[in-house]
């Protein structure tokens, strides 16, 4: 099987690292092409795939992925519809853009719609999948296979895209972000920022491992933390007194409204 890079970002850099990584791919079955050539030369030197000074060069691979942004699509559009072979799979990542969308502007019926996350870049993105009713399972399968190379493939139903995008797609940003403040919060009280990184990081891994092994409600798990009497009620009272969770609510909101606007 071939595929067919357009456009070579972050997210097609860590998709096509971790395919190669897995060993399951070839790198001569990797076409790519981008709008700015330096990256084909780079994506050339550093994987060994097969760089494309045109996009034609790559309208022959049985998968197509589509790795530019939302706003860039009907510039890829204009460069392919009408060139597509009808058993060939184009596959998407922009947030927003449905696969309806995606079937009229490229005039073709077998698409995949993809929501991957960043940390693909270490193998453990949690990937949103669905696809048009047209693909067999042997062609949904080979477009999961891509992703499952990068970490895990969840099959939602599209409606879901914009929510998912939000808690997943967006939300290593928001995690990131929250790393990033105990450990500044750890520098205020002396420790250096390398060494309260890699605590708070190790703490956050660890707390999403009991989230998912333990079966037990979060709420449970918080009043574990919390002894009576003790240090962890009065951060935890402290954050619900600062609206913690409406704040990431209204956080998820934002996401989903821009994602409603890139439509
Ligand atoms: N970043 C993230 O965490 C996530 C992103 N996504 C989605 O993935 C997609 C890519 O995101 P990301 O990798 O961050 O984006 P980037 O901006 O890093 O990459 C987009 C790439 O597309 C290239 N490009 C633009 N137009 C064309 C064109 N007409 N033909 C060929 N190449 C073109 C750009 O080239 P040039 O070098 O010339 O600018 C650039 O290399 C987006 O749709 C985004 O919604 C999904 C999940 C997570
Ligand atoms: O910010 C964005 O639009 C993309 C989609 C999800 C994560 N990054």
Same mark, same amino acid.
Request: glycine letters at 8%; aromatic letters at 6%.
């Given at each position: 099987m071939m595929y067919g890079w357009i456009g070579l970002g972050n997210m097609a850099q860590a998709i096509i690292k971790g395919m190669l990584a897995a060993e399951n791919y070839d790198a001569k079955t990797i076409l790519a092409y981008n709008r700015s050539q330096e990256k084909v030369t780079r994506f050339e030197k550093e994987y060994g795939i097969v760089g494309c000074h045109s996009v034609e060069e790559l309208l022959d691979a049985d998968v197509i992925v589509l790795g530019v942004q939302p706003q860039q699509l009907e510039a890829v559009y204009a460069q392919i519809a009408g060139q597509l072979k009808p058993h060939q799979i184009v596959v998407s990542m922009a947030a927003g853009k449905t696969i309806a969308q995606l079937q009229q502007g490229l005039n073709h019926q077998l698409i995949c719609r993809v929501m991957p996350n960043i940390n693909a870049i270490v193998g453990a993105s949690t990937t949103g999948f669905a696809s048009a009713p047209e693909l067999t399972n042997d062609m949904k399968q080979a477009v999961?296979?891509?992703?499952?190379?990068?970490?895990?493939?969840?099959?939602?139903?599209?409606?879901?895209?914009?929510?998912?995008? +939000?808690?997943?797609?967006?939300?290593?940003?928001?995690?990131? @972000?929250?790393?990033?403040?105990?450990?500044? $919060?750890? =520098?205020?009280?002396?420790?250096?920022?390398?060494?309260?990184?890699?605590?708070? +990081?190790?703490a956050v891994l660890g707390s999403a491992?009991?989230? @998912?092994?333990?079966?037990?409600?979060?709420? $449970?798990? =918080?009043?574990q933390v919390c002894s009576p009497g003790g240090t962890t009620i009065q951060g935890v009272t402290s954050l619900q007194n600062n609206h913690f969770a409406s704040t990431i609510y209204e956080a998820v909101q934002a996401v989903i409204a821009r994602d409603r606007v890139l439509k």
């Amino acid at each position: 099987m071939m595929y067919g890079w357009i456009g070579l970002g972050n997210m097609a850099q860590a998709i096509i690292k971790g395919m190669l990584a897995a060993e399951n791919y070839d790198a001569k079955t990797i076409l790519a092409y981008n709008r700015s050539q330096e990256k084909v030369t780079r994506f050339e030197k550093e994987y060994g795939i097969v760089g494309c000074h045109s996009v034609e060069e790559l309208l022959d691979a049985d998968v197509i992925v589509l790795g530019v942004q939302p706003q860039q699509l009907e510039a890829v559009y204009a460069q392919i519809a009408g060139q597509l072979k009808p058993h060939q799979i184009v596959v998407s990542m922009a947030a927003g853009k449905t696969i309806a969308q995606l079937q009229q502007g490229l005039n073709h019926q077998l698409i995949c719609r993809v929501m991957p996350n960043i940390n693909a870049i270490v193998g453990a993105s949690t990937t949103g999948f669905a696809s048009a009713p047209e693909l067999t399972n042997d062609m949904k399968q080979a477009v999961r296979a891509m992703f499952e190379a990068v970490g895990s493939v969840i099959e939602i139903p599209e409606e879901q895209f914009d929510v998912f995008s +939000a808690i997943a797609g967006a939300s290593p940003a928001f995690t990131y @972000l929250y790393i990033d403040s105990l450990a500044r $919060a750890a =520098v205020m009280e002396g420790m250096d920022k390398g060494t309260a990184l890699q605590i708070a +990081a190790s703490a956050v891994l660890g707390s999403a491992e009991m989230v @998912l092994q333990s079966n037990e409600h979060p709420w $449970a798990l =918080v009043d574990q933390v919390c002894s009576p009497g003790g240090t962890t009620i009065q951060g935890v009272t402290s954050l619900q007194n600062n609206h913690f969770a409406s704040t990431i609510y209204e956080a998820v909101q934002a996401v989903i409204a821009r994602d409603r606007v890139l439509k």
